[in-house]
């Protein structure tokens, strides 16, 4: 029988947070991005969320202040 923190990490492991950085953002581009998270995830029974973002966004906007750029900057993973 899974208990309720069982249940918790299992939902956890199906889910991914993908930050990816580029030069020029657009909203078709996010959307294509958002689409391909989407096949992939649906393939392998995955959630993927997507963060898409530009450099001038994480140093001057509120994008620096997302708790998902805070949590990968202090894992180490500096974009």
Known sequence: MLTRTDRRVARE?????VFIEVENVTAELRRRISEIAW????D??????????TRE????GA???NPLILNIEREGIHP
Do not use: K, P
């Open 57 to 60: 966004q994480l140093e001057h």
């Open 63 to 65: 994008m620096g202040a």
């Open 13 to 17: 492991f199906r889910r991914l947070d």
């Open 39 to 42: 096949e992939v995830g649906f």
């Open 44 to 53: 392998a029974d995955r959630v993927i969320s997507t963060v898409v973002t």
